[in-house]
Nanobody
């Protein structure tokens, strides 16, 4: 049973930084992928970033490239999303996501966290 638990959301001023964490209680293996999606009010959920468990290959949405960094701690079964130079347009509920195959991204994967709110004030 895969359970994803997110932490780290909150309120930050524009230009600031936040780091989200997501711990996976399930088993991970080489081709496994974990990622982040977000959903802003009135908008569809969109892909943000993903990482392959083995080797650490990453992918990003164009809107966050060069500002956000996804990483993982294999020993802790945890993935992180470091978000820098935040803007009000980054305000959304951020969801952790996991899928047996990293190659699935940027499509939505099978398993979801509960979501964490990120609010960026101007």
């Amino acid at each position: 049973q895969v359970q994803l638990v997110e932490t780290g959301g909150g309120l930050v001023q524009a230009g600031g930084s936040l780091r989200l964490s997501c711990t996976n209680s399930g088993r991970t293996f080489g081709s496994y992928g974990m990622g982040w999606f977000r959903q802003a009010p009135g908008k569809e959920r969109e892909f943000v970033a993903a990482i392959m468990w083995s080797g650490g290959r990453t992918s990003y949405a164009d809107s966050v490239k060069d500002r956000f960094t996804i990483s993982r701690d294999i020993a802790k079964n945890t993935v992180y999303l470091q978000m820098n130079i935040l803007t009000p347009e980054d305000t959304a509920v951020y969801y952790c996501n996991a899928h047996p195959y990293y190659i699935n991204y940027p499509r939505e994967g099978l398993f979801w966290g509960q979501g964490t709110q990120v609010t960026v004030s101007s």
